[in-house]
């Protein structure tokens, strides 16, 4: 089921002495593996990254990677993907000539990693993701079709979508049609198993489907293609696994505390799922019958979460990645993910999507336009952060034309790796390539960067940008792109 993408991310930063600590690629600690990918169901700042312009920001359309840093360090944490390579992954099937809307799907509410081939690289083209976004366009087998939240899909080259599951198949596996169906949080286990939640209250043949319930679909009921693609399922073969009462229970059994130390009691919407790192089984407590199911870790929403995760482990208990507790019996802040509130504070937001990854993904270089790209007569220069190069060594930016009319994805070539580093996608069209220095890697291993643009200029022009440079143990890499348009 897996597609790998050669898609990888980056990092950023800026000059003379940012009271930041840029991300740090360290040693993993003994018996660790793997990385954790989140969503924020609300914007947050990335705490490290104070004073990194858009690399500190993390929007609920991008995912962030957490990794084990130093023993007893803790977490480190970055963006994976950012909203301005959606707008590259995207192109434009809207047909309207708008390469970089503030808006690609809404939010990203859900994440799991495809399936690799062993000693795989992971990289944002090999995510299957759901978006809350009702009505939505990308282009699939070179046409515009529209999608929506029942969908669950990853990003293919050439700006095209894969669905993995359809929300007509989904519907017929709950044996319902609902103009609202809409996938929230979703993981798959080893065996090809979906476990899932809906986003609202929904009709069943028998009880009602609850937003906080988790249903399971059993691999043995879809029917694959020779893509790893659901084509087909068992009518009404979903079984509700818990019931939102259970994960209740189980969620009070953790002693979790809220961001004002009070005792999480509620799950709400069951907002993120995910395998358990730590393994182990649970006994599904509404099907029982089922057997023991692998251990997860889910999350729910309100404010008070402050992206606190909950286990099935030990029927119920803090969920922990790399001997860290993603959560507090104190007082929950965020911290644990390296997130806080817009304000500075405690996080205000609870985790929209989840995934682990079981390899790491290699320590890569981070691109980030501080307009998103987005430039009318007078808007300014373009303001590039970048970070994730070896200290004191150089960066160049990689520019290249664009689709020149409305309607049109970013094609690109991808390159396998190399003694030289890689693997590399060039978002190219063709025509000629424009290479400029960024500059000199800071201390921390990045900068920033205006270009300057003649007085009153303007479009139509799309440009896509790439970072280029020394990441780290002697190999060369490219960033995932930025678009700039004007207008």
């Known amino acids: ?47 490290a990254w104070k004073g990194a312009g858009p690399l500190g ?39 309207r000539g708008d390469y970089t809307p503030a808006f690609v799907v809404g939010q990203i509410d859900g994440l799991a990693p495809c399936r690799r081939e062993k000693g795989e690289v992971p990289g944002p083209r090999s995510l299957w993701m759901s978006v809350t976004a009702r009505k939505w366009k990308a282009f699939q087998g070179g046409k515009s079709v529209t999608l929506g ?47 899932f939640s809906l986003a609202l209250d ?15 679909l059993p691999a043995k009921a879809m029917t694959l293609d020779s893509r790893g693609l659901v084509k087909d399922v068992k009518p009404r073969s979903v079984v509700l696994a818990a019931r939102e009462a259970d994960l209740d229970k189980m969620l009070a059994a953790s002693g979790l505390a809220s961001s004002a130390g009070k005792p999480l009691l509620k799950i709400g919407n069951l907002a993120c799922l995910a395998l358990d790192p730590r393994g182990g089984t649970f006994l599904p407590p509404s099907s029982p019958s089922l057997g023991p199911l692998p251990n997860l870790v889910f999350g729910g ?50 985790v929209s999507a989840l995934a682990f990854l079981p390899l790491p993904p290699a320590p890569a270089i981070l691109l980030e336009e501080a307009r998103r790209g987005r430039f009318s007569p007078g808007a300014g220069d373009p ?19 664009g689709p020149t ?9 991808v390159f396998p790796p190399t003694p030289l580093g890689g693997p ?41 940008a790439q970072a280029f440079g020394p990441a780290g143990g002697g190999k060369l890499d490219l960033s995932l792109p930025v678009l700039l348009q004007w207008w």
Not at 63 to 91: C, Q, V, Y
Not at 210 to 216: I, T
Not at 427 to 444: E, I, Y
């Open 202 to 216: 929904e009709p069943f043949p028998g009880p009602k489907v609850l937003d906080g319930d988790l249903c399971f």
């Open 57 to 95: 920001f993390l929007d609920d359309q991008e995912i962030a990677l957490a990794l084990p840093g130093k023993k007893g360090g803790g977490l480190t944490t970055r963006k994976f993907l950012s909203l301005e390579s959606l707008h590259a992954f995207r192109g434009d099937p809207d047909g």
């Open 405 to 413: 009319g409305p309607g049109q994805a970013l094609p690109s070539l």
């Open 383 to 401: 303001l590039f952060y970048w970070a994730g190069v070896e200290p004191a060594r150089e960066a160049f930016l990689l520019l290249v034309p």
């Open 301 to 350: 929403s309100g404010k008070g979460w402050a992206m606190a995760l909950c286990s099935t482990l030990g029927k119920g208990s803090p969920a922990a990645f790399a001997g860290v507790d993603l959560g507090s019996k104190g007082k929950t802040t965020g911290e644990h993910l390296g997130v806080r509130s817009l304000g500075g504070g405690s996080s205000d937001s609870w």
């Open 149 to 195: 939240p029942g969908e669950i899909f990853r990003w293919a080259p050439g700006g095209r979508v894969e669905v993995f599951l359809s929300r007509a198949l989904l519907a017929k596996a709950l044996g319902f049609q609902s103009s609202t169906l809409d996938v929230d949080a979703f993981c798959l286990d080893s065996q090809g198993n979906l476990f």
């Open 1 to 47: 089921m897996d597609r790998s993408s050669p898609g990888r991310v980056s990092g950023r930063l800026f000059p003379p002495v940012l009271a930041f600590l840029l991300f740090f690629w360290a040693p993993l600690l003994r018996g660790q593996s793997g990385a954790l990918l989140f969503v924020p169901d609300e914007p947050q700042l990335l705490g």
């Open 424 to 464: 590399w996608e060039v978002f190219w069209k063709g025509g000629p390539v424009f290479l400029f220095p960024l500059g000199r890697a800071d201390k921390t291993g990045g900068g920033r960067k205006a270009f300057h643009t003649p007085p009153g200029f303007s479009g139509p022009l799309l440009l896509a």
